[in-house]
């Protein structure tokens, strides 16, 4: 009985709270196949991801990404969210305000701590991603980057949403 509620706790030390997250094989396959769509973007002046070995338990999805992810669970489109019955979508949104934001050491064979990191993840649920990559002056006042938000069902991306950032 000791054993199965130490493997609770430290379950719960790993992966902060919310036990909708993947297993570490299904997160990494979600990191790679983010990580491999990122190299891909023309856009994206930076190839060299320096992830940072924490994840935070969905810190920049209100931040960022709230209208995007609100559309996706309901499975509406994001243009269409504002039309659509209010109290449907306010449980989502306050759920997002609500949120005790923690960040919690990953410990994946696909993820190595690195020095001077440039790129945070983010996860709440089973099937998003947010990755905060900063592209200019890592670590500095004035700094700026890009967050995505990545969707996932059965391990492939289904949406993509980006968003620029100065601090």
Known sequence: MRNI???LFF???????NSEYNS?????????????????DKDLSI???RFDSTIENGSLYEFYFSTEYVANQLGIETEKLFE???????????KLAEIEY????????CLKKKIKPNAKLSKL???SLVINITTNRVGKEGSSG???IFFFENGKITKVYRKGWIS
């Open 125 to 127: 649920d089973k099937d």
């Open 102 to 109: 923690k960040i919690s050491e990953l410990r994946l064979d």
């Open 11 to 17: 379950t719960t030390i790993i992966y902060g709270q």
């Open 146 to 148: 890009i967050a995505f």
């Open 47 to 49: 190839n060299n991801f």
């Open 5 to 7: 509620i130490l493997i």
């Open 24 to 40: 570490d094989e299904e997160l990494c396959i979600q990191i790679n196949t983010a990580v491999k769509y990122l190299k891909n």
């Open 84 to 94: 659509y019955d209010k109290t449907k979508t306010y449980p989502i949104y306050k």
